[in-house]
């Protein structure tokens, strides 16, 4: 099967087209409640990540501002918020490169997310692709219990159920849970986490690997956590719009990463 890859400005036109950068869904006050929700501290905002600097909230909302390209005028509390395609695809550059990296150089990676009814599939094909290429996916074996469900493994990808669902969590447990799990039965560590929210937030900043993550507009935490070097990128998008709208940005990652030879759908 062969591919059509996007040129980059093609892929940003169609970013904005379907609503994963450009004028995205999320709204304004999400984006503004979840700022201050991060340096309080929140359950839900804090991420896994361990403030090392002196955060504000007018240093968290430059940051937003500079990585993700949200609506510049603070007075502007109210309505649809944006996300910059090409902020995106910047980070996307730097996040094929280390994925590139890792996979030819043949290391043990570990994919997980927080909202997989949108960005699992992202993850699944990515992981096919390393390992094709002779990279190492861990596996985790069995169901570790979590709250009222379980942490478990779906095609690669680590994710939470919950009565029977799969569950969207900002909480870093899960990855905590995995990395324990891995130590205790004398298994390596991941030398590549990919991932994003509280998973990556936890892989990056407190057990000290090598993280790249992606983030909506409305997850400062996870920026923070780049900006202070904890995870090295993270791509600026919508993670949750329907997961077949991603194919193209997957595509890109693939080509760029030079692994379009072991991508067969």
């Known amino acids: 099967m062969t591919t059509a890859y996007l040129s980059r400005e093609s892929l940003a036109r169609y970013l904005d087209r379907s609503r994963i950068t450009g004028a995205v869904a999320t709204p304004r006050e999400a984006n503004l409640r979840n700022i201050q929700g991060f340096l309080d501290g929140d359950q839900h ?3 896994g990540v361990e403030q090392t600097k002196d955060w504000t909230y007018k240093s968290v909302f430059k940051l937003m501002r500079d990585r993700v390209g949200i609506n510049e005028d603070p007075k502007y509390t109210e309505g649809q918020d944006s996300i910059s395609a090409a902020l995106c ?3 996307l550059d730097k996040y094929a490169d280390i994925f590139s990296e890792a996979v030819k150089g ?6 997980a997310t927080g909202h997989p009814a ?4 992202v993850y699944a094909r990515l992981a096919r692709v390393a390992r094709k290429s002779g990279a190492r996916v861990l596996r ?5 219990p979590f709250e009222d469900g379980d942490v478990r493994q779906i095609e690669d990808v680590v994710m939470v159920e919950q009565y029977g669902g799969l569950r969207h969590t900002h909480f870093p447990e899960p990855m905590k849970l995995v990395l ?4 205790a039965e004398g298994r ?3 030398d590549l986490v990919i991932s994003d929210h509280g998973m990556a937030g936890y892989a990056g900043s407190q057990a000290k690997l090598r993280t790249i993550a992606m983030g909506d507009c409305n997850d400062p935490g996870i920026f ?3 900006a202070q070097g904890d995870v090295e990128v993270t791509v600026p998008l919508d993670d949750n719009v329907a997961p077949h709208l991603y194919n193209p940005l997957v595509d890109y990652i693939i080509s760029s990463a030079g692994l379009a030879g072991q991508d067969r759908r």
Do not use: T, Y
């Open 118 to 121: 949108g960005l699992a599939p």
């Open 89 to 91: 695809i910047a980070a």
């Open 106 to 111: 043949r290391k043990r990676l570990l994919f």
């Open 180 to 183: 324990e799990q891995l130590a």
């Open 45 to 47: 905002q804090h991420m």
């Open 140 to 144: 985790v074996d069995g169901a570790i």
């Open 224 to 226: 923070v956590a780049e």
């Open 188 to 190: 390596e560590q991941p």
